[in-house]
């Protein structure tokens, strides 16, 4: 059983690199570079439920390895002027709750993990197609094509302990720089992103004297979407990753990654102030990582403040 532990505890460790990569390379978020006016506020409770296989390194003696995980995230976001175009940022803290098992040589082993993951903050800027408006404005205004830009930094707030493999938190900072575009027509419209993550290394790594980095990940998306009327709308989603091998004092691992998901979004206006966001998404080809089945579920309450 000590030599299972062994093998599946480094296993978890690629898990919850995963789990930490649900904040970033397998984003799928339509309308992100969505203009609204100034002074519009958001805040957004999320959930999604993570259900499926892990790949890992080839070599590992590991079989079976399954996860189940759910991640719970409270956000908010706010619109204004910058430099006289659109912009927002948005702040999201997130709570990890979830349940990892693997069966190696025979033996059948577990680990349950929750607590606060690492925080999120992105600031975007539309450069082309949006300039800053305030609601009067933004009444007579048609989109049509959009071109925007964003920086979006993982902040290392969440729960580690470096005696520990298996923390809801990496323990290092990352930012991604990502060039994004819009383009409508009538009750349709294309998104696209392209974006690298960088990461700074976790000289605290277990069990506690061991360096950790990782390699740039290159990410990508797209959506297709459809408006059947204001605020109610569909999507069609996908994205592709790839890169992020990690190296431990010095010794590269063998889990660069070429992964993607495809899935679907719908979103439903409950009033003026608030809607409910439901998605799907699976795996479409993952080479290394969680080949996960994910449903997410969220609800918005959003309102304007500042001068009308």
Partial sequence: MAFAKVFLLNGLGLVFWIAGAIAYAQDLVPRAYLVTPVGANAVTVSTSFFDGSVFTDPTAPLTDFKARFDTTVLSYSRAFEFFRRSANVVASMPYAVGNFRATVAGDDARVYRSGLADARVRFSVNLRGAPAMHPEEFLKWHERFVLGASLTVVVPMGQYDPARLINPSLHRWAIKPEVGMARRWGRWALD?????????????????????????????????SYTLKPRLWVSFDGNFWTGGRTTVNRTENYDYQRNSRVGGTISVPLNRHQALKFSYSAGAYISIGGDYKNVSTAWQYSWLSGPK
Avoid: C, I, K, M
């Fill in 192 to 224: 696209l992103y392209g974006g690298v993550w960088f990461f700074t290394g976790n000289d605290t790594y277990f069990p506690g004297t061991s360096t950790r980095t990782q390699e740039p990940v290159g990410a990508g998306e797209t959506h297709f």
